[in-house]
């Protein structure tokens, strides 16, 4: 495992601190250490399984996002699978594939597919700010979270056609 702190150095090359390392070595911590604190910021039930999100990451990004009331995300795309935990508001979802919408709300979870192909708009329709958390689990160091979409347009049997067009 590659650790690096904050001023760029790996924390397994340095000795251990005296103050946890009877903690990493399964002791009790030492009477003096600081209590952590850990907080969580979103809770979601998930109506599927998640058996492959991970495959194939190269970075995982985590996302706090704040959606007023009337905002959109735009069309859009992932490069890589996420992973959306909705904290507050109402999350209108629609599909680029055959323009149906889906709703989650407070306290639902749910994955977004990679690739063009599973394009999409998010829209806060509600009053109050949409308030999600995003697990991005991309490909590569340099991924983008999302990539711009043209809004999908009919294709030869009233399909939406989600091509990108010039």
Do not use: C
């Not at 001023?7 to 946890?20: C, I, L, S």
């Not at 990004?61 to 007023?68: A, L």
């Not at 904290?87 to 629609?94: A, D, E, F, P, R």
């Not at 991005?136 to 009233?158: E, H, K, T, V, W």
């Amino acid at each position: 495992m590659d650790v690096v702190d904050g001023q760029g150095t790996q924390a397994m090359n340095r000795p251990p601190d005296p103050k946890t390392a009877s903690a990493l070595s399964g002791g009790p911590p030492p009477q003096d250490a600081p209590q952590s604190r850990y907080v969580p910021l979103a809770r979601g039930q998930v109506k599927h399984a998640l058996p492959t999100l991970g495959e194939n990451t190269a970075t995982v990004v985590v996302q706090h996002i704040v959606m007023p009331p009337g905002g959109t995300t735009g069309w859009h795309y992932h490069p890589g699978p996420l992973l959306v935990v909705v904290s507050q508001g109402t999350l209108t979802h629609t599909l680029a594939s055959d323009l149906s919408t889906e709703t989650a709300t407070a306290g639902q979870a749910f994955v977004e597919a990679a690739g063009l192909e599973h394009g999409h708009v998010g829209d806060n329709l509600g009053t109050e700010d949409l308030i999600m958390y995003a697990v991005y689990f991309l490909p590569a160091p340099d991924s983008p979270l999302a990539i711009d979409m043209d809004l999908p347009r009919p294709g030869p049997a009233g399909e939406p056609d989600t091509a990108p067009h010039p």
